[in-house]
């Protein structure tokens, strides 16, 4: 069969391939010229099977071309690079149209434009990039160093030209985090799993999209060819199956819209003025976008927008969210510390961070915050907007006889604006257009799980391995062994009136229990309070978020996993998950243990499975929730205490005021661990 490539074919594709890498290397060192020599044989050993003809390894000859290019501009040929970046880009237009592939080529060819001074030219295709893929529901995933140059541009210029805002603000939407690209593919198949009509319509959908790729590529492929009766028929054929399968897609698009589970799972974008039309007159959306050791921010406002870079790099925020982090919670020789909080760094992030508008921001009532990097596992509003109270603060850390946790004065963020958190943008605008629960019951609370000591009991196959089977990544039984106490369940509950509340806890609340419960869509609020387990038991195993439960019968695992909870049916206007780091990194030397970046990895898990299971808003901890001067218990209670009506944000800051005037509970330990993620 001459359509298959035999052995030594195939060997022959290997050899060029290794070639090229070893090219890839050599540049890297430094060595230009034998950089180039090594990707010129490794692209014409490839073209040489079967003469070129094999379509197969059209993407390896485009990464190859690429390298050659990046290799002949650091040679100084500067003329050579920019004809094999065309040659790069073109090679794939014409096989793979509309694809990551070409979108990545092209942004490959955009950031060598930037370094050659032609700017205009760059930002030209750096937005057809991005037109393309957002027409698409693409992101540029794994594209954020060839993306970097595109971003400093548009802040550049975003001072005269309200177009470079506006262009910034979808092409930041595309810039998925490795953790949410992870969390969606784990999500999606779990979709594609299910025999529901959602998993029905989502299969629909991908079968669409795979035969709309092939019938661009085909037409790509026939556009090339001379013109003749026969060609222009096949041509015509295939833009009437274009059409017809476009048609089909917008079709399922908008009947799975309706579905949450879909609304997590897939790409999208908002346009700057669609997003304005949706925030109120005394709202803001702040966004955050880390792009390299590049830091940006914009605020929207309803009539009004504004984008900076900001005065701190990627690498120096990690830095100081994890000196600030360590004097909230931190654990040492096996205890949890508090420490007086670190205001001055506080104070002086905000201002590196903000800096354009740190005026502005402590006077917006309502605040949607969307963190990324470091901000990820940092509350903003424990960010200090002004020196007030600040000297004082810090004579009473050099007086013995003063109370070092007084914090009274300090002019926190949260202390007149009530944030909330978004996970993107299309999430918050999803969250607010949501209708409100029709679910007949208050509250139904969840937690204190049976204490396990030993041996752990007969494991299920899902949650307790961390998502994998090798026995390695079994969590210790430890886990198990300090539940959360269910008195603030209780309290929530009694605010609501008994006869209006459900608990599950003890030994009643295992996984199994609440993954069969046919009842958890008749529920409002639905309140855990139990421990999250954010990262992974060891480096080598995936990061799989989790829920601590007690552990029921043969299938149970003691764990409700992210995918178990994004499976789960529900319809609450509230979920409130009073847990260890539901939010926030687990730990800063348990989450590098890891492997991972920090709490995105709860808020991509934990928080977007509630939210496609069908809760509007989520309310995380970002670190262990307070016991001391029950914080906990009065902070939640007090949530529940307020009068009907209030907004949850409301609900929240009025609650969290109380705890801040209060000289015992006035360190952001107490008061600043929960943020409401979703529409506040």
């Not at 005269?160 to 939407?173: C, G, H, L, N, W």
């Not at 509350?379 to 007030?388: E, G, K, Q, R, S």
């Not at 000297?391 to 300090?410: K, N, S, T, V």
């Not at 998502?467 to 039984?477: A, F, K, P, R, S």
Request: hydrophobic share 45%; aromatic share 6%; glycine share 8%.
């Amino acid at each position: 069969d001459r359509e298959r490539l035999s052995p030594l074919e195939r060997a022959q594709i290997i050899d060029a391939q290794a070639t090229h890498l070893l090219g890839t290397v050599e540049r890297l060192r430094g060595n230009a010229q034998a950089s180039k020599t090594a990707q010129l044989k490794g692209l014409t050993d490839a073209i040489a099977v079967r003469e070129g003809r094999v379509t197969s390894i059209i993407r390896l000859r485009s990464q190859m071309l690429g390298e050659l290019a990046l290799a002949e501009e650091a040679s100084g040929d500067k003329a050579a690079a920019d004809a094999r970046f065309r040659e790069s880009v073109n090679l794939l237009a014409v096989e793979y149209p509309e694809t990551n592939a070409l979108a990545s080529a092209r942004a490959r060819y955009a950031a060598f434009l930037t370094r050659e001074g032609q700017d205009d030219k760059a930002i030209g295709i750096y937005r057809e990039v991005v037109t393309a893929l957002a027409s698409t529901q693409r992101s540029t995933a794994g594209m954020a160093n060839m993306m970097a140059p595109y971003y400093r541009l548009l802040a550049a210029r975003s001072a005269t030209d309200p177009k470079a805002i506006e262009d910034f603000f979808v092409a930041s939407q595309l810039q998925i985090r490795p953790g949410v690209a992870d969390t969606q593919a784990v999500l999606a198949r779990e979709l594609s799993s299910g025999s529901n009509d959602g998993a029905r319509l989502f299969r629909q959908a991908t079968t669409l999209n795979r035969d709309l790729e092939r019938a661009r590529i085909e037409d790509a492929r026939l556009s090339q060819l001379p013109e003749s009766p026969e060609i222009n028929a096949l041509r015509a054929d295939i833009k009437a199956q274009l059409e017809n399968l476009s048609f089909q897609q917008a079709e399922t698009v908008v009947a799975l819209s309706a579905f949450p589970q879909y609304r997590v799972v897939a790409s999208g974008k908002l346009d700057l003025a669609e997003l304005q039309q949706v925030l109120r007159p005394d709202e803001a959306y702040l966004k955050m976008l880390v792009v390299g050791d590049g830091v940006y921010a914009m605020l929207v406002e309803q009539g009004a927008a504004q984008l900076w870079k900001s005065d701190i790099s990627a690498s120096a925020l990690d830095t100081v969210v994890d000196t600030i982090r360590s004097t909230i919670s931190t654990v040492e020789n096996g205890r949890r510390v508090t420490y007086p909080f670190d205001a001055a760094t506080s104070y002086k992030l905000y201002g590196q961070l903000f800096g354009p508008v740190a005026a502005r921001l402590p006077t917006i009532a309502h605040l949607i915050f969307e963190p990324d990097g470091a901000m990820l596992r940092l509350p903003i509003n424990l960010l200090v907007t002004a020196d007030t109270g600040l000297a004082a603060y810090e004579q009473r850390l050099l007086d013995p006889d003063a109370d070092p946790f007084d914090m009274r004065q300090i002019a926190w963020l949260g202390r007149t604006s009530r944030p909330s958190t978004a996970v993107s943008t299309l999430g918050f605008r999803n969250a607010r257009q949501a209708a409100p629960s029709k679910a007949a019951n208050q509250y139904f609370g969840l937690g204190e799980n049976l204490p396990v000591s030993g041996r752990l009991p007969s494991l299920g196959t899902r949650g307790a391995a961390a998502g994998g089977i090798d026995g390695d990544c079994l969590w210790d039984v430890a886990q198990w062994a300090r539940p959360i106490s269910a008195d603030e369940l209780v309290t929530a509950r009694n605010a609501m009136g008994r006869e209006a509340g459900t608990l599950l806890t003890g030994g009643a609340f295992t996984d199994t229990a609440v993954k069969n419960r046919a009842d958890l869509g008749d529920y409002r609020i639905i309140h855990f309070a139990t421990h999250g387990l954010v990262t992974a038991p060891r480096p080598a195993c995936p990061a799989r978020p989790a829920l601590v439960t007690s552990f029921g019968g043969q299938d149970s695992d003691g764990l409700l996993t992210f995918q178990e909870i994004f499976d789960l049916k529900i319809d609450a206007d509230l979920v409130i998950l009073s847990a260890c780091d539901t939010a926030g990194a687990a730990s800063v030397a348990a989450t590098r243990e890891a492997g991972l970046s920090g709490g995105g990895n709860a808020l991509d898990g934990l928080v977007r499975s509630f939210i496609g299971a069908g809760g509007r808003s989520v309310i995380a901890s970002h670190w262990p929730a307070p016991d001391d001067f029950d914080a906990t218990k009065r902070l939640i209670g007090g949530l529940f205490a307020a009068n009907q009506g209030t907004s949850v944000a409301d609900a929240l800051w009025g609650t969290q005021l109380r705890l801040m005037d209060d000289q015992q509970t006035s360190h952001p330990y107490y008061w600043a661990g929960f943020a409401i993620i979703g529409d506040g």
